[in-house]
Nanobody, 121 residues
Framework: QVQLAESGGGLVQAGGSLRLSCAAS????????MGWFRQAPGKEREFVAA????????DYADSVKGRFTVSRDNAKNTLYLQMNSLKPEDTAVYLC??????????????WGRGTQVTVSS
């Protein structure tokens, strides 16, 4: 069973940048498609980005396309989310997720507990 732990969240001003990390343990991460999701207070959890097992394919929500970049280092069992040009509406708890082989906008089985990102205006 895969365990996921996010880090790197914090408070940043609008226009700033943050890089989130998600460390995976308990399995070989290169066999798992991985994704980032976020949940703002009072809102449903939403898809942010996903990446294939090799890192060769990615997918982004329209709201973050061109500003966020998802990547992974399988040797370090770590997933990343580089967030640039942050906006107040990006404020949310960011969670990483994993599923066997597939990468998609849903169907994830393993979830981290999340890291808070707050963007001030």
């Amino acid at each position: 069973q895969v365990q996921l732990a996010e880090s790197g969240g914090g408070l940043v001003q609008a226009g700033g940048s943050l890089r989130l990390s998600c460390a995976a343990s308990g399995g070989t991460s290169s066999f798992y498609g991985m994704g980032w999701f976020r949940q703002a207070p009072g809102k449903e959890r939403e898809f942010v980005a996903a990446i294939s097992t090799s890192g060769g394919a990615t997918d982004y929500a329209d709201s973050v396309k061109g500003r966020f970049t998802v990547s992974r280092d399988n040797a370090k069992n770590t997933l990343y989310l580089q967030m640039n040009s942050l906006k107040p509406e990006d404020t949310a708890v960011y969670l990483c997720a994993a599923q066997w082989i597939r990468y998609s906008r849903d169907g994830y089985v393993y979830w981290g507990r999340g890291t808070q990102v707050t963007v001030s205006s």
